[in-house]
């Protein structure tokens, strides 16, 4: 397997605080919205920009959720793995909210469908934003696209892009592998 | 760990330990879901799955239709009474039939011991077994465990005692074989004459005295006087019963300690318990019919997520 690197931990924190810096300029002091990491790697960026936005950024009150798709999800019953949900912990209500979605990696999009159908069980937002880490352009499936980017990259269908964090993955780095 | 390792659920005791706690971690899931003011997810919304039920049931059959509804599957309720079988359709006619309506999954109730088990073998669908005769009944057990875990924070290490009629009760199979998988100590209380003689070869303990075994126990589960199976007479009164082997507060308030109290129900109120037990803080009968529903809508998943 050849492995690249296409993030550092360098860039990824400067590329955090633009993001952070985006999302308080849209959503100010962020009494009308709610952070949604999705379940189960988007957890990760959603908690740092959630500390970010507190600590750097004075935001006072952020809401932060966490969203599994797993029974939204269109593959079910289309591999040989029976696929494993992860927890929903969301403590508040989304009824007339504006909500970001946060996930690690835009791929084909599916998983976005399957949090914006899971999402309606929480109340109706009034309106859902994605943010995303790493935007692998030309691969969409569903006509999905993310308002905020960390960082666009053109990867190959055989290529994976991973995305690891200090807190679960010992460091903070972007790599893209290619599958053999 | 990611799947079951069975296609049908006959029973727990073909079932291991790494099945229960996928079960449990799924079903962990689902009770949140179930407690959102949507309680529904679109997963099986491509399955269809039949009720079939040979015997009365309430509260099993109710789980399973809201636990198969709450997944968004299709379902139908076939109940013997009303059916072709009084006509004489033999089981695997009637199984069959329905099955070409494409019918992926069978939940069946059957007042035969390995009903469940024949029509798995007979038939080409996911069989769930909701109880066959004195055999098990491995939702129950599942939900009953699920419980303690969720009361006691694990099952493993903890004493729990089955009290009543051991004899004719799936429940109690169950139960016994899936407290062993996931490490609890066990013992059986009842009448020497609803105790089966093979107890001991399952490794379970035998106390006649109800107290005793409250002292000893952390859980106790109160099994149902199924006064419908007791043919002869099994103990001379139902009054008699009661004073042995029924548990009151007073017999609660003289323990050392504070034990959980189970019921798989329908209760006789005043024969196995009494009101002021059943009802009180002690008591989780009704967090084990809330865990039903989510219990069986992980055996559902599990189980479904297997059909091709």
């Not at chain 1, 960026?45 to 959720?65: C, H, S």
Request: aromatic residues 6%.
């Amino acid at each position: 397997m050849t492995q690249r690197i296409l993030l550092s931990a360098k860039e990824i924190d400067i590329i955090l605080h633009r993001l952070a810096c985006q999302l308080q300029e849209n959503h100010l002091d962020f009494s009308n919205t709610v952070l949604i990491g999705i379940q189960p790697r988007g957890i990760f960026l959603a908690e740092r920009l959630t500390r970010m936005l507190q600590k750097e950024y004075k935001v006072k009150d952020v809401k932060l959720g966490s969203l599994d798709i797993t029974f939204y999800r269109d593959d079910f019953r289309r591999g040989d793995k029976t696929l494993q949900a992860n927890t929903t912990k969301i403590n508040f209500l989304v009824e007339n909210k504006k909500v970001v979605f946060i996930d690690d990696v835009l791929y084909t999009g599916r998983s976005i469908r399957a949090a914006l159908t899971a999402i309606q069980s929480f109340g109706r937002p009034q309106e859902i934003e994605l943010l995303t880490l790493i935007d692998r352009r030309f691969s969409r499936h569903l006509p999905i696209q993310p308002n905020y980017r960390g960082r666009q990259v053109d990867a190959i269908n055989n290529e994976r892009v991973s995305v690891l964090w200090k807190e679960n993955d010992g460091e903070d780095a972007v790599y893209i592998e290619e599958r053999l | 760990m990611s799947t079951l390792s069975v296609d049908h659920l006959l029973g727990i005791k073909y079932l291991n330990r790494k099945d229960i706690d996928l079960i449990f971690e799924t079903a962990d899931h689902f009770k949140e879901v179930i407690n959102r003011s949507i309680k529904k997810v679109p997963t099986l919304r491509d399955i269809t799955i039949a009720n079939i039920f040979f015997e009365n049931s309430t509260r099993t059959k109710l789980s399973f239709e809201l636990a198969e509804k709450r997944l968004s599957a299709d379902v139908v309720n076939f109940s013997a009474g009303q059916s072709s079988v009084k006509k004489g359709e033999t089981l695997i006619d009637t199984v069959n039939n329905i099955l070409s309506m494409k019918v992926d999954m069978v939940v069946m109730r059957h007042p035969n011991p390995g009903a469940g088990i024949f029509l798995s073998n007979h038939v080409k669908s996911s069989i769930i077994n909701a109880g066959d005769g004195a055999h098990e009944h491995p939702t129950q057990a599942l939900l009953d465990s699920y419980s303690i875990r969720e009361r006691l924070g694990s099952v493993s290490g903890k004493n729990v005692v089955i009290v009543g009629d051991i004899l004719h009760s799936r429940v109690a199979l169950s139960n016994i074989f899936a407290l062993q998988l996931l490490g609890a100590n066990i013992k059986v209380c009842g009448p020497k004459t609803l105790i089966p003689k093979y107890i001991a070869s399952l490794g379970v303990e035998v106390e006649t005295n109800l107290k005793n075994a409250l002292q000893w126990c952390d859980v106790a589960n109160m099994l149902r006087v199924q006064n419908e199976r007791l043919d002869v007479s099994y103990f001379p009164t139902t009054r008699e019963y009661t004073q042995q082997f029924g548990v009151n507060k007073k017999l609660l308030q003289e323990l050392d300690k504070e034990i959980v109290v189970m019921h798989p129900g329908p209760i006789n109120r005043g024969v196995e318990i009494t009101s002021d037990v059943a009802d009180s803080g002690q008591s989780i009968i009704l967090n084990q019919v809330e865990n039903g529903v989510a219990i069986r809508m992980a055996v559902i998943y599990l189980l479904a997520s297997k059909i091709k």
